[in-house]
Structure formats: C-alpha cells, structure tokens
C-alpha cells in the first residue's frame, strides 16, 4: 500500500495495524516521512500517516513492530488502578497524584558524560521523534495490563547524552518533594525513588521514555511528564516523573532494593518459574479480564532482551 495513497482523515479507526511488520524503527519512520511503500499485509492506523516533526508528540506515528495478541486494557482502569508511592501506598492514589506539579520540570543528564545536559522538560522533547507502541505491562504483585504508550526510544537519550565509555549504568530518578508528595514524608523510604539499568539494557530497543499514554499527555498518576517503560521487567523498574538521568560506572542501589532487598532486586526480570517469596509469580490478573492467564518469560519480550542475560552467570535475574 502506499501511505500517501490516502490522506488521515480518509482512514477509519478499523484499518489500525493488526500484523506485525519487521522493520525497524528509523526505517519505519523515514518510509513514512518519504511516503514509500511499507509491503502488503500492512495497513497503518489514521494517526500513523502523519509524518511528524522532531517534537511533536500527538498523535504520534504508530509503531507496527509493537502489537500485541491480546486486548488493550480499558483507559479507565489504567488510569485509575496506580502505584506511586509518593502519593500513598495503595492503588487508589489517582486525585492525590493530581498535587504533583508538572511545569516548570527540569531535567538534568550528568555523570560520566561527555556534557551535562540540563534543560526544560518541553525543549528535551524537541531533541526526539515520537511514536506510539502497545506494550505488554507485569507489575510484581501479579496485576498486569497492555496500554499504547507515546515516547521515545531511551536509546535516543543515551544517545543525546554520550555517555564516555567507563559508562556501565544509567540511574534515574523521581523528583523529591514532601510538601507536595505526602508520601514522601513517610521518612523510613529512601526518597526520592531510584532506578536503574545497564547501558545494553538502556539501550535496547524496549527500553521506552513515555510522555503520553491513549493518544494524550501521560496523567500525573502515570508519572507525568516522562516516566521509563521496561515492559520485559517488572513495573517497579518503570520510574516515574524523572528528573535526573545519572551515568554511572558502578551498580547503585536500587529503591525497592535498599527498603526489601530479599524481595527485590535490581535485575527484576519477569519469569513465571522464580516466584516472589509471598506469592508465585506463574500467572497473573490482567486488568479488567476475568480470572487469570499464564506469565511469560521476559513478560513475552525473550526474542528481544534473553541475550542480554546470556552471559550474566550468578545473577539473580528474575527478583
Ligand atoms: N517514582 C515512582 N515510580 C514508580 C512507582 C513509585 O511508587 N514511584 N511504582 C512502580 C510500580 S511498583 C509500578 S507497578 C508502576 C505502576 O505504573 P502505573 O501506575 O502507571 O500503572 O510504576 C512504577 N514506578
Ligand atoms: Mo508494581
């Protein structure tokens, strides 16, 4: 087909993408630009005909390498159903998140970088391309859901960053602020939030920032305006609201790892054979489904993360 044959407005919500194709992103996204012709079996959904700018983030191209098999979680139960310990330790944090404030947002690249970089969250975003994924999500109490994210590729921000070869891990971090988080005040959590990944992790293809989800801005209850998205781990490695990204040479510790390291650690990869010490870890509560469906290795991502893990001996990969 050829994606200039029809103008956006001429397409209906039912062509969306339904197959999968194999090409990767940068070849997806310069078809469209120069309106070639992606193969049979393709079809691209409304918003994906738009060839976007550097920056712009709605509506964002529609990435066809990222379908998954199974329904999309309802939007309401994905924005309401939230773990964010800065604002109160069970799922219902949704209004109070609403105190978090999200302009001005300033976010800070250092460590062992060529440059440090610190600049406003809306001129970081005029550095990507944007696109949208449906990602599979596993939270480590076994609730899960699939959901469209907005972003961009992590690998992008590497990029941007240079980090210098010594470069091992990149942390992230959760802004800290009591009087606006009341969970922060609860002083015995090591605040503010911490996560982190090896740079091959960092940079892999699944490694998402999101700065929208359904289409819009990502609510603040999601971790507006820039949260990670490691869909082949579990949700607590997907830091929210981040205001600092840290190149380091030596594996930092963790948040959930420094509070329960027996329980969790840093690698936190999804695997249905190695449960949680208090709950198994075989299958798990899709939002909004009836009943429960198997886990899968990696989250269902083996093909694009196992051989990242391959030579890593002597690691506790799946906690
Ligand atoms: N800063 C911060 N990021 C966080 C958390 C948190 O408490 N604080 N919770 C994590 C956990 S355990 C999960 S399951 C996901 C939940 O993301 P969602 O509420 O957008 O579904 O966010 C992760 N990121
Ligand atoms: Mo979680």
Redesign the pocket.
């Known amino acids: 087909m050829l994606i200039k044959s029809k103008k956006s407005w001429e397409m209906k919500e039912s062509e969306a993408t339904s197959e999968p194709v194999f090409l990767n992103r940068r070849a997806l996204v310069k078809a469209i630009a120069a309106g070639a012709a992606l193969g049979p079996g393709l079809t691209l959904g409304p918003k994906s005909l738009i060839a976007r700018e550097i920056g712009a983030q709605f509506p964002a191209v529609k990435n066809p390498r990222y379908r998954i098999d199974r329904n999309v979680t309802p939007e309401k139960l ?1 924005t309401s ?6 604002f109160g330790s069970h799922k219902e944090i949704a209004s109070a998140a609403q105190a978090l404030k999200i302009r001005p947002w300033r976010v800070i690249i250092d460590g062992l970088v060529n440059k440090e970089i610190e600049l406003g969250v809306d001129d970081l975003f005029k550095k990507f391309q944007f696109e949208e994924r449906l990602y599979r ?1 596993r ?3 076994a609730w899960s ?1 699939v959901l469209p994210w907005t972003g961009f590729p992590l690998a992008d921000l590497v990029k941007l960053a240079q980090p210098k070869t010594q470069a091992k891990f990149l942390i992230m971090q ?1 802004f800290k602020n009591p009087e606006m988080a009341r969970g922060q005040r609860q002083f015995w959590y090591p605040w503010p ?1 911490q ?1 982190a990944l090896t740079l091959d992790e960092a940079t892999n293809e699944l490694a998402f920032i999101a700065t929208g989800v359904f289409g819009k801005s990502i609510p603040k ?3 507006a305006p820039l ?1 990670l998205v490691v869909p082949w781990k ?3 490695k ?4 981040i205001v600092r990204f840290t190149f380091t040479k030596k594996r930092p510790k963790t ?1 959930w790892e420094s509070v329960q390291p027996r329980e969790y650690g840093f690698w936190a990869n999804v695997n249905p054979a190695v449960d949680h010490p208090r709950w198994s870890q075989a299958t798990e509560r899709p939002l909004g489904g009836s009943g429960r469906i198997k886990t899968l290795l990696y989250n269902g991502y083996s093909s694009e993360v196992a051989g990242l893990y391959s030579n890593l001996k002597g690691e506790d990969l799946f906690k």
């Open positions: 994905v159903y939230n773990n964010f310990y800065e999500f939270c480590v109490e859901m959760t939030y996560e209850q999601m971790g949260r579990y949700g607590f997907s830091i929210k609201s948040f």
